[in-house]
T-cell receptor, first 118, second 108 residues
Framework: DTEVTQTPKHLVMGMTNKKSLKCEQHMGHRAMYWYKQKAKKPPELMFVYSYEKLSINESVPSRFSPECPNSSLLNLHLHALQPEDSALYLC?????????????????FGPGTRLTVT | EDQVTQSPEALRLQEGESSSLNCSYTVSGLRGLFWYRQDPGKGPEFLFTLYSAGEEKEKERLKATLTKKESFLHITAPKPEDSATYLCAVLGSEKLVFGKGTKLTVNP
């Protein structure tokens, strides 16, 4: 099984709402990622979790709060978002070598959640 | 700062018309170069990883090659279902850096 699943597929939320995005993988991967992708742009890395611990935060505003409850699940909690946060939010996972060096092997992406902030 | 430039931005081919996509990079200490395919509204689909100059990988009608400065994705006798945006990403000393992609359209 090389599938990464994401829910919901679409989400519309107001600027005062609190919502969460969910990502799940069962490939035994120990690195999981959140990306943001605007239309006709490449994915932009937001967060990286390795062995369920946050290892990278690319200076993402605090209105985005990631959580990794276990090795298969990754959540992104959203609060007080702005219209410019509307985008496709992608989750990915990859194997994590034990070399001790932060290293991105092949990443498997989910289908994304299309977020619209009104 | 690591940089990735893909060309052309868009490419239109007739079915069966072979061509190549280019990914030029400047990176300190290349650890890997990755090719992905992305369909509209979907997440990228992993295609290939290349680690060192001279390396080649093939999958169906696609062949990826790597030199010290660039990578090519060769598409042989493409079909309409090959239409997608092809993303190149490089891993240097820090994070994965994506190019802006090449949007490929294959007309029947």
């Amino acid at each position: 099984d090389t599938e990464v699943t994401q829910t919901p597929k679409h989400l519309v939320m107001g600027m005062t709402n609190k919502k969460s995005l969910k990502c799940e993988q069962h490939m035994g991967h120990r690195a999981m990622y959140w990306y943001k992708q605007k239309a006709k742009k490449p994915p932009e890395l937001m967060f990286v979790y390795s062995y369920e611990k946050l290892s990278i935060n690319e200076s993402v505003p605090s209105r985005f709060s990631p959580e990794c409850p276990n090795s298969s699940l990754l959540n992104l909690h959203l609060h007080a978002l702005q219209p410019e946060d509307s985008a496709l939010y992608l989750c990915a996972s990859s194997q994590f070598p034990t070399s001790g060096i932060l290293y991105y092997s092949e990443q498997y992406f989910g289908p994304g959640t299309r977020l619209t902030v009104t | 700062e690591d940089q990735v430039t893909q060309s052309p931005e868009a490419l239109r081919l007739q079915e069966g018309e072979s061509s190549s996509l280019n990914c030029s990079y400047t990176v300190s200490g290349l650890r890997g170069l990755f090719w992905y395919r992305q369909d509209p509204g979907k997440g990228p689909e992993f295609l290939f990883t290349l680690y060192s100059a001279g390396e080649e990988k093939e999958k169906e009608r696609l062949k990826a090659t790597l030199t010290k400065k660039e990578s090519f994705l060769h598409i042989t006798a493409p079909k309409p279902e090959d239409s997608a945006t092809y993303l190149c990403a490089v891993l240097g000393s820090e994070k994965l850096v994506f190019g802006k992609g090449t949007k490929l359209t294959v007309n029947p």
